[in-house]
C-alpha cells in the first residue's frame, strides 16, 4: 500500500532521476535507452494492476482517466524509444533523442496527474519544450523551421492560457479545479468566462486543432521519424486534448463551450480529411490525419454528455494506438527504402509483409471498419451525438469516415500495393526494434476490437465515471 500511495510521485521522479543518473560522466549511455524501456514497461504495468486512485505530493492523484493516459503515455514512449534504437545511427543524437523522451514522459505523467490549473500549465510547458527540441533534433533546415513554427504557435498558447490562469486568480482567488469549478456554478463577473476561452483556445493550439493547426504538419513531417511517433501518437493528445477533457469533465467550463467545441470538431474532421487527399509525403499526410481525428474527440467532448466522455476518451486512447502505427511504418518504410514520397514507392507488401499487414490495420482501424478498435470509439461518438440532439454533426462524423478511408486506400495503393517500383527491388523487412513495436501495436488494435463485447461494460463505459 504505501508503494501503491508513492506512485504519482514515482512517475514524475523516476523519469527525472533517470535522466541526471545517464548524464553522469560514467559511461551508462548506454542505460538511457534501457531507463526508458523499462520505465516505459513499468508505468503500463502499474496502470493496468494497480488500484484505480493514488494520492501524491503537490495534490497529485490518479483517476481513470489519468490511468488510461498513462498507460498510452508508457505505451507510445516504449514504442518511439525501440524505433529510435532501431532509426537513428548516431549515437550521441540517440542518446539525447532517449533523455528527451524521459524529459517529455515526466512533463505528460505530470499533467494527467496535477489538480492544479498552474501546475498543469507548468507541465504542459516542459513537454512542449522537449518537443521542441526532439523537433530540431537534427538541427536541419526543415527541423528548425518546424520546431520555430511549434514555438511562436505555443508561445501564442502560453500567453492566453498564463492569461486565463491570472483571470481567473483575480475571479475567484483559486487555480485548483475544485475550487474554480465551484465558483464558475456560482456565476457572478464576465472573468471567468473569458478565462475560459482563453485556456480552451489555448489548448486547441496544444492539440493542433483547426484552426490553430498551421504548425502541427510542417512539425510532425520534420522531426526525426522516432519523434514523430511520440508526437502524433501522444504529445498533442495530452498537451491539447487531455486537458480539455479534464477540464470540461470536472465542470470549469460548464456547457457555454459545447457549442464552440462541436464546431471545432466538425470542421477539423473535414479540413483535416480534406488536406490529407492531396498530399504525397507519408507523414505529411499522417499529421493532416491526425488533425481530422482530433476532431472526432473535440466533437464528443462538445456534446457535453456522459456517453460523449466516454466516446472521446475511447477515440483518445484508439488514436494513440493506430496513429503510432502507422508512424511506426512511415518509419520502417523510409528508413528501408529511402524516401517518403508515395508517388516514389509502390509493391512494397511483397517485400515488407508484416509492415504491409499492419498498415492495412492501422488504417481500417482509423477509418471506422469493423471490428477493429477505431470503429467501436467512433460509433460510441456517433452515438453520443445522435443522442444529445446533433443529429447533422453525428452524419458528418460518418461522412468524414469514408474520406478517412479514401485517402488512406490511396496511401496504400502507392506504398503497398500493385507491382514492386524499379530500384526497390532490394529492400528488405525493417528490423526487430520496429517490428516489436509493429506488432505489439497490430495485436492491441486488433485485440480491441474483437474483445470488445467483453471489455464494453468494465473498460469502456466506466468511462464516464471519470
Excluded: C
Amino acid at each position: 500500500m504505501k508503494e501503491a500511495m508513492n506512485l504519482p510521485n514515482q512517475l514524475i521522479l523516476l523519469p527525472l532521476l533517470a535522466v541526471v543518473v545517464v548524464n553522469l560522466p560514467l559511461g551508462l549511455r548506454w542505460a538511457a535507452m534501457l531507463g526508458g524501456v523499462f520505465f516505459s514497461i513499468y508505468q503500463m504495468w502499474t496502470m493496468v494492476f494497480l488500484p484505480p486512485l493514488e494520492t501524491g505530493f503537490f495534490d497529485l492523484q490518479i483517476d481513470g482517466l489519468s490511468r488510461v493516459l498513462l498507460l498510452s503515455i508508457g505505451l507510445v514512449a516504449f514504442v518511439s524509444i525501440l524505433a529510435a534504437r532501431g532509426t537513428i545511427r548516431d549515437k550521441r543524437e540517440r542518446f539525447y533523442f532517449y533523455n528527451l523522451v524521459l524529459l517529455a514522459m515526466v512533463g505528460m505523467n505530470g499533467l494527467v496527474m496535477v489538480r492544479d490549473l498552474f501546475s498543469l500549465y507548468v507541465f504542459i510547458e516542459i513537454t512542449s519544450v522537449a518537443s521542441f527540441i526532439l523537433i530540431a533534433l537534427r538541427r536541419e533546415l526543415d527541423g528548425l523551421e518546424g520546431a520555430f513554427k511549434y514555438l511562436i504557435m505555443s508561445a501564442v498558447a502560453t500567453a492566453m492560457m498564463l492569461s486565463a490562469v491570472a483571470l481567473l486568480l483575480l475571479a475567484t482567488g483559486e487555480t485548483s479545479f475544485a475550487k474554480v469549478a465551484e465558483q464558475m456554478r456560482l456565476g457572478g463577473s464576465g472573468l471567468p468566462v473569458l478565462a475560459a476561452g482563453l485556456f480552451v483556445a489555448g489548448l486547441l493550439i496544444k492539440a493542433g486543432s483547426v484552426p490553430f493547426h498551421g504548425w502541427l504538419p510542417d512539425a510532425y513531417m520534420a522531426a526525426p521519424n522516432a519523434a514523430s511517433i511520440l508526437l502524433g501518437g501522444i504529445v498533442t493528445k495530452t498537451t491539447g486534448v487531455y486537458a480539455l477533457i479534464r477540464l470540461m469533465q470536472d465542470g470549469m467550463f460548464g456547457t457555454g463551450m459545447s457549442p464552440v467545441l462541436l464546431l471545432a470538431g466538425a470542421v477539423s474532421i473535414v479540413a483535416g480529411a480534406l488536406a490529407a487527399l492531396g498530399q504525397r509525403d507519408f507523414k505529411r499526410m499522417l499529421a493532416y490525419s491526425s488533425i481530422s481525428q482530433v476532431g472526432y474527440i473535440v466533437l464528443s467532448l462538445g456534446t457535453g454528455t456522459a456517453l460523449g466522455v466516454v466516446g472521446a476518451v475511447f477515440h483518445l486512447f484508439n488514436h494513440a494506438v493506430f496513429k503510432s502505427l502507422l508512424f511506426v511504418n512511415a518509419t520502417a518504410v523510409e528508413d528501408r527504402a529511402g524516401t517518403r514520397d508515395m508517388n516514389q514507392l509502390g509493391g512494397l507488401a511483397a517485400r515488407m509483409p508484416v509492415t504491409g499487414f499492419a498498415s492495412v490495420v492501422a488504417l481500417l482501424s482509423t477509418a471506422g471498419v469493423p471490428p477493429l478498435a477505431g470503429f467501436w470509439s467512433k460509433l460510441v461518438i456517433i452515438v453520443a451525438l445522435y443522442k444529445s440532439g446533433h443529429p447533422v454533426y453525428a452524419a458528418v462524423a460518418v461522412l468524414a469516415s469514408l474520406l478517412t478511408l479514401a485517402y488512406f486506400l490511396s496511401m496504400q495503393r502507392r506504398v503497398f500495393f500493385g507491382k514492386l517500383r524499379e530500384g526497390l527491388e532490394g529492400v528488405k523487412e525493417a528490423g526487430w526494434y520496429v517490428l516489436v513495436p509493429t506488432l505489439a501495436l497490430t495485436l492491441i488494435t486488433m485485440g480491441v476490437g474483437v474483445l470488445i463485447p467483453w471489455m464494453f461494460g468494465s473498460f469502456v463505459l466506466p468511462m464516464e465515471k471519470f
